[in-house]
């Protein structure tokens, strides 16, 4: 079962907010901060590249399905939709923090 990184500091679970708010920009490796014992803690890099490659799945999958001719855009889109909100969901949870 996938669960959210714990502090390795205080051994607090971080909720899924916390990990969603603080890796929410990739520009830069992302930093989770405890709001507990206010420790601050770098993804991994395998965390960083997978959260990456999987925000560029959805827009990927949109761009092949509009090529189908014979799928309207309609479900095109809801495709994209449910899968976009399926990541954005499960992204916390890939998120893996540097002891």
Known sequence: MMKLPICPKC???FTWREVNKDTSF??????????N???????TI?????ASVVRILPVL???VLMNYEQ?????ALLIFLLLLGF?????????KIKT
Not at 26 to 35: A, D, G, I, M, V
Not at 87 to 95: K, S
């Open 11 to 13: 051994n607090r679970q």
């Open 26 to 35: 990739l520009l830069w490796r992302p930093k989770l901060e405890c709001r």
């Open 37 to 43: 014992c206010e420790g601050v803690f770098k993804l």
């Open 46 to 50: 395998r965390s960083y590249v997978l």
């Open 61 to 63: 999958v949109l761009a």
């Open 71 to 75: 799928l309207s855009k309609f479900p």
């Open 87 to 95: 990541i954005i969901y499960m992204e916390p949870y890939l998120a």
